[in-house]
């Protein structure tokens, strides 16, 4: 050991924090009390997790640093405990340096955690890591304690921290996907993101296995495909996964019906389109001869119960070729009544928007002709999943989650209390979106293969939504206010957003309030500045016309700007995410592309709504990867239940246990509604809403 005087220990760590340190130079001349330290260091239980290497450790305190040596040798799912002698009482203990050295075979290795018991009435320090360590980088991990810039009085960690944040933005860099989209971190594929940011072997395995499985099954059965025809609807069971789930059984029996129609507006894959009428929609066109209609619709109006769901945003975009066949896309606009009994009933489709010099486009009613307002409705489900999985799923889910993620890890060290508390909400998040942009949205990717709005127009859709985002959007509050989705009992998403916006933000409000005793300490922290910054700015691309924040006056905005990332990295994604399976499942019911062009009159067949939906072949290749990425994941992590423990001390624990219990009482009464609902609706039930955006 060489122990060092109190001013060069400290100054030591604060040079060398993160930068490779001397071997032992063995222990010091002279005389001297040998004080004892335990050290507990904690590897994870993932596969591969532990390391065949060495790993040289260093303890650094206030009065000096006690080098080790290579003494560990971190074991899979391990706790190794270590007793050492140490000849100098290194008072408060600020940091741990750790540095695994090379063998025959070279393993890295992911600590989690390392906890020294100090001697005497010192305590016990514990210092998070939850980290890859390879090659042979020096890590530098500082006690838990949260600290801003501002606490640490006599810069102890000032060097640190600026050295820690030089460091991740080297790694951590932001990338460009497509111009005008938000910033994706920086690699071609997953092999290039920050070995933090990947898979564990367990969830690689699993979703490597599955994926897999799933293609296999798509290879064995879609030869056939090619062979058969579909000739009437009922030959779509040909495809219809077997799940462990009623809905999907349910949505086959009864997906013709208005009502199922309806409802999938308030509480199905995709709840975000749905918004009270303020007045008649001016592309809403009533040729003449429909008085009536305007009569009915008018008097909903007034009554506060007309409803609208405009995908104007389709409007224009270059339709997919599929195997030299073109497909189609069309822009509908659907007005909806509710019904005192809670019931959201159809009362017109406009499936085209108006052109000027074009005759009126055509409207379906309820009394039409069956088969007429049925196709109607396919063109509607249809135009319904691709601004469902596009702009409700992966912009404001996916690709709004990284950015917060990056921009987080390039802008707060880790004694931020804020990084420890967005921290575990980032989990596997960029290598999900790194594989979703080469394998989905890419070049002669799912979307290029079988969906309509593939081979550009994706990106045209992309591209456009993202000019539309708001920060109040992202708030439920204000977004389901600015809908006027607030009361309507039958939105059981606007009911259990709002529950779990509330839960969150008071979790959130307790943990600010242990650092930030003020207004002012908001406004003097720079780091969080430029966080705030980073995000809006930088991976928004100056969203703050959009009313994102530039800067964060206050705690209450800073309590606001914090929920909604944590609200958007885990119920926004799971709310458009986990109800895919049950409601794609039968493809009439939500069509990825349409083969022939919208009606130009109400004589519609069976054979004509069976030529407009996918063939066999597509409609194979949906349920194949809606299945695959809508199943529930068995390594998941439900929300607040993170065993990753970046806070020191009672007081966080504390507030993370109250969220829990909080998300635990919302589970039980969600479960128990549900038992008496006909249809129950689970998308924003806490224990199966994820952690982070991991699928």
């Known amino acids: ?93 600020l940091a741990v340096k750790l540095r695994k050295q090379k063998g025959l075979l070279d393993s890295d290795w992911f600590c989690k955690s390392i906890t020294v018991q100090g001697p005497g009435t010192q305590g016990e320090a514990f210092f998070p890591c939850y980290s890859w360590v390879q090659g042979k980088e020096t890590i530098c991990l500082t006690e838990g304690t949260a600290l801003k810039v501002t606490d640490d009085t006599q810069n102890l960690f000032r060097k640190y921290r600026e050295q820690e944040l030089e460091n991740r933005r080297n790694v951590y860099r932001w990338g460009s996907w497509k111009e005008g989209l938000i910033l994706p971190i920086a690699g071609s ?95 809403l066109v009533l040729p003449p001869g429909m008085e009536d209609v305007q009569t009915q619709l008018e008097k909903e109006l007034k009554a506060g119960s007309l409803f609208e769901v405009d995908f104007s945003l389709l409007d224009g975009v270059k339709p997919n070729i599929i195997i030299f066949k073109q497909q189609y896309v069309t822009a509908p606009l659907v007005m909806l009544k509710l019904q ?7 009362m017109v489709i406009q499936l085209q928007p108006p052109r000027h010099g074009c005759p009126p486009p055509l409207l379906f009613l309820p009394s039409d002709p069956p088969m007429a307002w049925l196709l109607a409705k396919i063109w509607v489900r249809s135009s319904d999943f691709q601004l469902h999985q596009l702009q409700s799923h992966l912009l404001r889910g996916h690709l709004m989650a990284e950015v917060i993620s990056v921009a987080t890890m390039r802008s707060l060290p880790s004694l931020h209390p804020i990084y420890k508390l967005l921290a575990p909400h980032f989990r596997y998040t960029m290598e999900i979106n790194t ?3 080469n394998n989905l949205v890419s070049e002669w990717g799912i979307f290029d293969l079988v969906v309509s709005t593939g081979s550009g127009g994706h990106v045209d859709i992309l591209q456009r939504a993202t000019s539309c985002l708001t920060y109040r959007s992202f708030c439920p509050p204000d977004d389901l206010a600015d809908r006027g989705l607030v009361g309507v009992k039958s939105s059981l998403y606007a009911q259990d957003a709002l529950r779990l916006w509330e839960i ?17 300490d908001v406004k003097e922290d720079p780091e969080l500045q430029v966080w705030c910054r980073e ?55 939500g069509p990825c592309t349409m083969r022939k062009p919208p009606p130009i009159s109400k ?62 009482i919302m589970d039980k009464e969600i479960e128990v509604r549900n038992a008496s609902l006909d249809l129950p609706y689970e998308y924003l039930r806490p224990s199966l809403v994820e952690n982070s955006v991991t699928i």
């Open 1 to 93: 050991m060489k122990p060092l005087p109190r001013k060069q220990g400290r100054d030591a760590f604060l040079e060398t924090a993160g930068k490779p340190s001397r071997d032992s130079e063995g222990p010091s001349r002279g005389s001297a009390e040998m004080v004892k330290y335990k050290i507990l260091v904690a590897t994870g239980d993932s596969v591969f997790a532990g390391s065949a290497n060495l790993v040289h450790l260093w303890l650094v305190g206030e009065h000096g640093e006690a080098d080790l040596g290579k003494q560990l040798r971190p074991l899979l799912g391990r706790k190794t405990e270590l007793e050492v002698d140490v000849p100098l009482h290194l008072g408060r203990l």
């Open 189 to 283: 594929t997953e092999r290039d993101l920050p070995r933090n940011q990947r898979f564990m072997k367990d969830k690689d395995l699993d979703f490597s296995l599955s994926l897999v499985k799933e293609l296999k099954n798509f290879a064995i059965k879609g030869t056939l495909d090619f062979v058969s025809r579909v000739q009437k609807l009922e030959d779509y069971q040909k495809v219809f996964p077997h799940t462990k789930t009623a809905l999907p059984e349910r949505v086959r029996g009864s997906w013709k019906e208005d009502a199922l129609f309806g409802y999938q507006f308030l509480n199905g894959a995709n709840p975000m389109l749905l918004r009270r009428s303020m007045r008649l929609p001016a592309r």
């Open 340 to 346: 005192p009994d809670g019931r959201l009933l159809p």
């Open 435 to 437: 594989l979703a942009r």
């Open 504 to 520: 969150i933000s008071r979790y959130v409000e307790r943990m600010v309030e242990l650092f930030y005793r003020s207004d002012t």
């Open 535 to 589: 995000v809006t700015e930088v991976g928004l691309l100056g969203a703050q016309d959009r009313g994102f924040p530039l800067s964060l006056e206050s705690r209450a905005e800073l309590c606001r700007f914090v929920a909604m990332c944590i609200f958007t990295c885990t119920g926004q994604h799971a709310s458009t995410h986990l109800g895919q399976l049950d409601w794609y499942a039968w493809i009439p019911n």
């Open 603 to 664: 004589d519609v067949t069976e054979r004509d709504i069976v030529d407009s939906l996918p063939c066999l072949q597509q409609a194979r290749m949906q349920i194949t990867v809606t299945k695959f990425l809508g199943r529930r994941q068995p390594v998941m992590v439900a929300l607040g239940q993170h065993k990753e423990e970046y806070f020191s001390g009672p007081r966080p624990r504390d507030v993370l246990k109250q969220f829990q219990e909080e998300l635990a």
